[in-house]
């Protein structure tokens, strides 16, 4: 078992001119299954970060396109690991609706419930920034163990997925948020998701050099020195939670400001690096999931400079007459997925 999933949203569309990219409640549920159609060839299983939450005049409501993502991949044969928001977030005070983020755990829970294809529940993506988020986390996953029966906890785990180097500071006796962080370890059920890039380190591209060989030595190295770092920060402190790579993955193009080496992303090292994840999860006994399936454009501007829009293993195709008009006409695969068909998620 290695790569058993993969990261999945349905925000696919292009920008409109300047004016933005296509709105996330424009998306219908044939349109995701569209996408999930070839994601379901490779994968038995997406990772998703959202329930369609959407906030107007302080009322949270279900109506974006992730509302369609268990649904559509019931449909498609594959299951979830079904990702809740935190919404209304304020960084600069370190907060986190947790009413708001509600309405996602309990969508999340009804769909879960209701198409039986959901094999875990993950709250909060990346959000830890004080004692105070880490708290909202914590009170979130104790109102979903309340709200998942008559589910069990070995029917719908609740945990969640946060960066891997925040996750490994509860074995840094200096780390403020040090006692926070292991009370929000001791509320996650079987397993934690780390994310874990070795695109972000600052001198990988001195490292890759220019053969396949090289790159692989390179990347494998970066994601063994993280994932050690992370089991031993585990070990040391009893925490018997499983770790899962909740993201990792490369881009094919552009440059942001966390890496602005222009040379780094391309077709071809993002093809080798997925083919490395596959060896290296598999290596270390290690369940890891891509990110991600789809380019999402709104994830950077209009001419497609930043990096972050462009993880996908596939692109869609499709014409938007207005931002909330969307045709999908079909996608491409990228690169090439030399891997089988991989096993049930639940193996």
């Not at 999930?36 to 994601?39: G, H």
């Not at 999340?108 to 094999?119: G, L, P, S, T």
């Not at 040090?178 to 874990?196: D, F, G, N, P």
């Not at 195709?317 to 007459?321: D, P, T």
């Given at each position: 078992m290695s790569i058993y999933g993969v990261a999945f949203e349905p925000y696919v569309g292009p920008w409109v001119g300047n004016e933005g990219p296509v709105l996330f409640n424009a998306y219908t549920l044939d349109q995701v299954k569209t996408l999930?159609?070839?994601?379901a060839e490779h994968f038995p299983l997406i990772l998703t970060y959202g329930q369609g939450t959407f906030v107007w005049e302080a009322v949270p409501r279900v109506q974006d396109g992730n509302r369609f993502n268990i649904q559509a991949a019931k449909s498609a044969g594959i299951e979830v690991s079904a990702g809740c928001y935190q919404q209304g977030v304020e960084r600069d005070v370190d907060y986190i609706n947790v009413a708001w983020t509600k309405v996602e755990v309990d969508y999340?829970?009804?769909?879960?419930?209701?198409?039986?294809?959901?094999?875990d529940l993950v709250i909060g993506n990346e959000c830890i920034w004080g004692?105070?988020?880490?708290?909202?986390?914590?009170?979130?996953?104790?109102?979903?163990?309340?709200?998942r029966a008559p589910l069990t906890r070995a029917q719908l785990p609740i945990t969640t997925r946060q960066r891997w180097d925040v996750l490994a500071a509860v074995?840094?006796?200096?780390?403020?948020?040090?006692?926070?962080?292991?009370?929000?370890?001791?509320?996650?059920?079987?397993?934690?998701?780390?994310?874990?890039?070795?695109?972000?380190?600052?001198?990988?591209a001195r490292k890759i050099g220019t053969t396949q060989a090289s790159f692989t030595a390179a990347v494998t190295t970066s994601m063994n020195d993280k994932l050690m770092v992370l089991q031993q920060a585990f070990t040391n402190q009893g925490i018997g939670l499983e770790i899962r790579i909740g993201?990792?993955?490369?881009?094919?193009?552009?440059?942001?400001?966390?890496?602005?080496?222009?040379?780094?992303?391309?077709v071809k090292n993002a093809q080798w690096y997925y083919e490395a994840m596959v060896n290296w999860a598999d290596a270390n006994n290690v369940k890891t999931v891509p990110f991600e399936a789809y380019d999402e454009p709104w994830k950077g501007p209009a001419n497609g400079s930043n990096s972050e829009a462009f993880f996908g293993i596939w692109k869609a195709?499709?014409?938007?007459?207005s931002r909330s008009q969307y045709s999908l006409t079909g996608t491409t695969q990228k690169y090439n997925l030399s891997q089988p068909m991989y096993r049930s998620a639940a193996e």
């Open positions: 999930l159609a070839p994601v999340a829970i009804q769909q879960a419930k209701q198409y039986k294809n959901v094999v004692p105070e988020s880490v708290q909202a986390i914590i009170d979130l996953i104790a109102y979903a163990k309340i709200k074995n840094n006796p200096g780390y403020g948020l040090r006692a926070k962080l292991l009370a929000l370890l001791a509320a996650c059920e079987s397993q934690v998701y780390a994310t874990m890039y070795a695109y972000f380190d600052s001198d990988i993201e990792t993955g490369w881009p094919t193009k552009g440059t942001q400001p966390q890496q602005p080496d222009p040379k780094l992303a391309s195709n499709g014409i938007a007459k």
